[in-house]
Antibody
Framework: EVQLLESGGGLVQPGGSLRLSCAAS????????MAWVRQAPGKGLEWVSD????????YYADSVKGRFTISRDNSKNTLYLQMNSLRAEDTALYYC?????????????WGQGTMVTVSS | EIVLTQSPATLSLSPGERATLSCRAS??????LVWYQQKPGQAPRLLIY???NRATDIPARFSGSGSGTDFTLTISSLEPEDFAVYYC?????????FGQGTRLEIK
């Protein structure tokens, strides 16, 4: 069964940093693009970032550009999101998701999410 | 940025009834429109991709239609487990955007 398991969330002060991880299993990780999507408490879904299967191409929402970095280690079947200069408005449940193709597609499989709280 | 507007915000129906959810894009997304279902405390689940293709294991009562700027998700006969929030998403261009969601509640 395809699974995605996020980790690395927690409480951090404004201006701080966190690195989220997403461990993938039961599929050929490098064959698929991946994404991070977040959901603030009680709110809707917000796309954060995408990365192609090879890791060559990355894309970011304007709200995180310059502060967040998506990456992947295909040898470890793991997706990352490095989050710097965190703000209160970054508080959300962060989901990683597998896309249907190597370069794009719908978000086919989702993890259960890891909570990030930015507060002093 | 492409804005997706979902309507209605809340839809109150009874089991067995037909549900029709709408998603309108601020500019054409051709057929690159996706629908997700989210239940409380759960991650979203892919229902329909590229406007009209059911994802794996999605029941046939779910169908999607539309192209360009106007899209519809139809649930032909509501089951108790279908009451949830539904989101549309466009993947035509960057940034990827989601609609604000339609809450489907039991009447």
């Amino acid at each position: 069964e395809v699974q995605l398991l996020e980790s690395g969330g927690g409480l951090v002060q404004p201006g701080g940093s966190l690195r989220l991880s997403c461990a993938a299993s039961a599929f050929t990780f490098s064959d698929y693009a991946m994404a991070w999507v977040r959901q603030a408490p009680g709110k809707g879904l917000e796309w954060v970032s995408d990365i192609s299967g090879s890791g060559t191409n990355t894309y970011y929402a304007d709200s995180v550009k310059g502060r967040f970095t998506i990456s992947r280690d295909n040898s470890k079947n793991t997706l990352y999101l490095q989050m710097n200069s965190l703000r209160a408005e970054d508080t959300a449940l962060y989901y990683c998701a597998k896309k249907r193709g190597a370069t794009g597609g719908a978000l086919e499989i989702w993890g259960q999410g890891t909570m990030v709280t930015v507060s002093s | 940025e492409i804005v997706l507007t979902q309507s209605p915000a809340t839809l109150s129906l009874s089991p067995g009834e037909r549900a029709t959810l709408s998603c309108r894009a601020s500019q054409s997304v051709t057929n690159y429109l996706v629908w997700y279902q989210q239940k409380p405390g759960q991650a979203p689940r892919l229902l329909i991709y590229d406007a009209s293709n059911r994802a794996t294991d999605i029941p046939a009562r779910f169908s999607g239609s539309g192209s360009g700027t106007d899209f519809t998700l139809t649930i032909s006969s509501l089951e108790p487990e279908d009451f949830a929030v539904y989101y549309c998403q466009q993947r035509w261009n960057w940034p990827v955007t989601f609609g604000q969601g339609t809450r489907l509640e039991i009447k």
